[in-house]
DNA sequence: TTCAAATGCAACATCGTAAGTTACATGAAA
DNA sequence: TTTCATGTAACTTACGATGTTGCATTTGAA
């Protein structure tokens, strides 16, 4: 099963904009997921719609993070790409009449429903600034590696 | 995303097979999921691999179930459908080199490890036993209303 | 013995959706 | 005015569960 792997991508591609100073293009941003240029607008338009980043069209443009990186959670990143589906198991038919299907739903719904609760829950816990951090922990920790 | 509604489909089979004396035919538990009897003992074919239900050709043949129901958990038949991937979400590139990538991958992967620890436990508690006696209650429940 | 009913299985076709691609319009700075 | 950038529509591709067709095989009953 193909896995929607947008948050992924938006936060590699957010990162990498915080390191930079200025403006990063589609172009260069394309390069680091390893994608297309026309993919990573139609991705980051997501969040520009949630004001999460902007873009400047014309010379020395590209794309911004317009908002404080210890204020965006994973969940708002989430919810910005349209809360796509988190599990690839569902139900085979919504909205059954039989009620021994209904059981079934009944049981497998209350699971999942736990399950992104906690998921929800944990994104809400993780904000660009942590992984920002932890970047730079093991950025370090590289560098230190390489002195000896 | 399409999600892969096996696990769903088995139980709906399995626990019509519990309410039925003798086998019963893939014609009869398509007909039950809306869907095709090939489809049926593909997927039947897994837990047959596993032990958890055997099958009979030629006439008076079908499905059965060759287990306790008390002994047969949503995890075993999870795993007897070849452990498919639980979530719709996941990481770009998998080995990434690139040091932001790995920390956003560590990120999301152990926030869904944790999802799927939890979606796991849950599926080891719940047994055929469970969901047929949730059924049984539902179903006098149903009947009760029909006589008022 | 013969026939009908059932599974077993291979070889396709279908479908839905994220991802990828092409093409062109638009805007901004040099 | 030229160049660099985004914005967007339209299309193709990739992929795996699901759906379908066809036929071999087994089994019980007439
Ligand atoms: S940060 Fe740009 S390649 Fe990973
Ligand atoms: S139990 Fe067979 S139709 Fe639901």
């Not at 969040?47 to 708002?76: F, K, M, N, P």
Request: hydrophobic content about 45%.
């Amino acid at each position: 099963m193909k896995r929607d792997s947008r948050l992924s991508s938006v936060l590699h591609a957010l990162l990498h904009m915080a390191e930079q100073d200025g403006p990063v293009t589609s172009d260069t941003l394309a390069e680091c997921l390893g994608t297309n240029p026309v993919v990573v607008r139609r991705t980051m338009g997501y969040l520009r719609e949630a004001g999460i980043v902007a873009s400047d069209r014309g010379h020395a443009g590209g794309w911004r993070i317009s908002a404080d990186l210890a204020d965006v959670t994973l969940r708002q990143l989430h919810e910005a790409l349209g809360e796509p589906a988190m599990f690839a198991i569902g139900n085979r038919n919504e909205n059954p009449a039989c009620l021994v299907e209904q059981v079934v739903n009944a049981a497998l719904e209350d699971t999942f429903a736990e399950a992104e609760a906690l998921l929800l829950e944990r994104f809400s816990d993780i904000t660009l600034a942590d992984l920002a951090a932890d970047f730079a922990r093991r950025h370090a920790a590289a560098r230190r590696r390489r002195k000896h």
